[in-house]
């Protein structure tokens, strides 16, 4: 059975930091696509980081790259989402997603097989 399981969301201040981790069972990590979408309250779900399989390239949502980085540990199956100097739009709840076919568009739900239920990130003094 294919699972993703996010977790390491909570409650943090303004400029912490928090890594987020999404652990995979019941496929093979290296051969997948994972990427992290977010969506805060009221909004549309939000591409945030894509790691491609393949040794392929990784993505960052343009508002983010300088603060969030992406990183995966096959031994682990494990992809972690390090999130730094969080503001309060940051808030949402955090998916992971995995694609056994690299996505031609990176942020496009529909190219994603599988889905996590989400973690809870808030930020806030």
């Known amino acids: 059975e294919v699972q993703l399981q996010a977790y390491g969301g909570g409650l943090v201040q303004p400029g912490g930091s928090l890594r987020l981790s999404c652990a995979v069972s019941?496929?093979?990590?290296?051969?997948?696509?994972i990427t992290w979408f977010r969506q805060a309250p009221g909004k549309e779900r939000e591409g945030v980081s894509s790691?491609?399989?393949?040794?392929?390239?990784?993505f960052y949502s343009e508002v983010l790259k300088d603060r969030f980085y992406i990183s995966r540990d096959s031994a682990k199956n494990t992809v972690y989402l390090q999130m730094n100097s969080l503001k309060p739009q940051d808030t949402a709840v955090y998916y992971c997603?995995?694609?056994?076919?690299?996505?031609?568009?990176?942020?496009?739900?529909?190219?994603?097989?599988?889905w996590g239920k989400g973690t809870l990130v808030t930020v806030s003094s």
């Open positions: 019941g496929f093979t990590l290296d051969a997948y696509a």
């Open positions: 997603a995995a694609a056994r076919q690299n996505p031609r568009l990176v942020w496009a739900t529909n190219e994603y097989d599988y």
């Open positions: 790691n491609y399989s393949g040794h392929g390239p990784t």
